[in-house]
């Protein structure tokens, strides 16, 4: 992210001051090097915390810290731009972070630290016979490595590099205590054994939570484990982190992943580590030193995909590894490197807004059959006279020319982003009723166009659109003969039992609108809309 004017003029100012250091105070050079440090700051904190909608990266990024995701968002990397997140992504529940742009996203999770060295034993003490050394304190694990990105991620034309956090290196055992000298006639003590070497740490893994490519290309890397620690007993070594650890669904593009090589073993049998015996008094033995311990063994390698691979492109390329077949899922035991190429898929990114307790928006493409993700309703709208009525596609396919209504469960946040995937499939639901027409571009209204809406006092319908009034690409809407009329509602009478007969008084500070969309001040006996619902007044 670039710098705003004022602070490139801070920057420039601090750098004149610097030039001029020799004639500086000592308090005013750290103020100049804090207001730099601070300055940096500033810029890497605006990527810390991501909310819903959109950021794009214009210029080189490095970043040294983690980034939250809180909501549903949108990361746009122009062409020639690369962004790198060193600390990690982390998508919080439920939301989505969707990466396209032409540019690179390079992702890496921390390397775990180190375990800390065990404490050597204390010597034996004082006594007729030598007393025992104590044994050495037993070396701490290496911390796991961590995740590079956490959540569920949709990949859209994009480059993205992710690689796990390498695991930390087991701590080495503490050394043996000393056995104490025999008395004379006494053997002395025994050496203390040596502290066996902690385990490394496992590799992080490149991605965890469900991660859906749609086109571009993409490099998973598990992290490596780390290094078993030396002592009595080497420490075994960290595991390999997974490339992939939730579900993959592939519509397109390259795809690699690469499990993290296994820790190497820590070294056991260090007789040095094992404290000496102490010495017999005159006439007994020497006590025995701290004996050699085996060394432990190495970590495995980390799989490339820990859960199963969903294939939904027609045309793939493998290499690296025994498959089954083109359309069969990876085994959950893979763990050599695989490529995977598919046919680019033709992907629509479409906004839709927060009503009603869901999320609402509509589609139009004319350029082959497209299909909903799962959990999105799609509709056919007719018009006919004044009544609107919803008819739903039940294989979410939307024949090309169609225009559609398109509803999600809502999650709370204003808005989300609702992928709609081209597909070789026929379409099968019943379009031949079918009143919306749509664009392929953003363009002002063509006239008597009506789109899609929401209003507290109505609900969601289609509202009359202002002569300057625009509608978006891949937006849908209705067209209507010159009218006073403002907006259709939604036929809601087959999820109302019978209409609702009231008293006009008690609409006497309710906003009435009649059946043609116009508002009321004094409603006589009827039907009318009151509150988005269809009302019987009784006067």
């Known amino acids: 992210m670039p710098l705003a004017p004022r602070n490139v003029e801070l920057v420039k100012h601090a750098k004149l001051e610097l030039i001029n250091i020799q004639k500086t105070k000592t308090s005013m050079k750290r103020k100049i090097l804090s207001l730099l440090v601070l300055l940096c700051l500033s810029v890497s904190s605006a990527w810390a915390e991501w909310g819903g909608g959109t950021y794009t990266a214009t210029a080189g990024e490095k970043i040294n810290s983690t980034i ?42 921390s390397n775990g630290g180190e375990g800390g060295e065990g404490g050597s034993g204390a010597p034996g003490s004082d006594g007729y016979f030598g007393r025992n050394g104590q044994d050495g304190e037993g070396g701490g694990n290496g911390v796991n490595g961590v995740d590079a990105i956490k959540g569920n991620v949709n990949i859209i034309s994009a480059t993205v590099k992710a690689y796990g956090g390498n695991g930390g290196t087991g701590g080495n055992g503490g ?6 000298d025999g008395a004379p006639g006494w053997e002395g003590g025994n050496g203390g054994w040596g502290g066996n070497g902690g385990w490394g740490g496992t590799g992080g893994a490149a991605f965890t939570g469900v991660v859906t490519v749609y086109s571009g290309d993409i490099e998973a890397y598990g992290g490596n484990g780390g290094k078993g620690g030396n002592g009595g007993d080497g420490g075994w070594g960290g595991q390999g982190g997974t490339a992939f650890t939730g579900t993959v669904t592939i519509y397109g593009g390259n795809v690699k992943a690469l499990g993290g090589s296994g820790g190497e073993s820590g070294e056991g049998g260090y007789e040095s580590f094992g404290g000496s015996g102490g010495v017999g008094g005159f006439g007994g033995e020497s006590g025995s030193d701290g004996q050699p311990g085996g060394s432990g063994e190495a970590g495995s390698t980390g799989k490339a995909f820990n859960d199963d691979v969903n294939f939904e492109a027609s045309e793939y390329t493998m290499v690296g590894g025994d498959y089954k077949g083109c359309t069969d899922p990876i085994s959950s035991t893979q763990v050599l490197y695989v490529s995977i190429t598919a046919n680019d898929a033709v992907c629509i990114l479409i906004t839709a807004n927060s009503a009603d307790g869901a999320y609402w928006t509509t589609f ?20 006919d006279g004044t009544t609107l009525t919803m008819t739903e596609i039940e294989d979410r396919i939307v024949k090309s020319g169609k225009g559609v209504v398109l509803k999600k469960a809502g999650s709370g946040d204003a808005t989300t982003t ?26 002002t209204n063509p006239g008597n166009a009506y789109v899609l809406n929401y ?27 010159a009218s006073a009329r403002e ?14 007969r009231v008293k006009s008084e008690e609409f006497a500070s309710a906003v009435v609108f ?26």
């Open 68 to 109: 939250n995701v809180n909501a549903d968002a949108t990361l746009t990397i122009n062409a020639g731009v690369t962004m790198t997140i060193n600390g990690g992504i982390v998508v919080a529940e439920g939301k989505t972070l969707t990466v396209t742009g032409g540019g690179t996203l390079e992702v890496r999770g």
């Open 418 to 443: 609702i992928i709609m995937t081209e597909t070789e499939s026929t379409a099968t639901g019943d379009f031949s009723a079918n009143s919306l027409t749509g664009t392929m571009t953003s363009i």
């Open 514 to 539: 009649d059946l043609q969309g116009r508002r009321v001040q004094n409603p006589t006996k009827g039907l009318y809309i009151v509150n988005g619902k269809k009302v019987f007044i009784n006067k």
């Open 455 to 481: 209003k507290a006092a109505t609900g969601v319908g289609f509202y009359k659109l202002s002569s300057s009034g625009a509608i978006g690409a891949n937006k849908a809407f209705l067209t209507y003969p």
């Open 487 to 500: 907006f259709f509602l939604f036929d809601e009478t087959t999820s109302i039992s019978e209409e609702l």
């Open 364 to 383: 139009y493409s004319n350029t082959g059959n497209f299909i909903a993700p799962d959990g999105t309703q799609v509709f056919a709208v007719n018009l």
């Open 175 to 180: 050394n043996g205590g000393k056995g104490h």
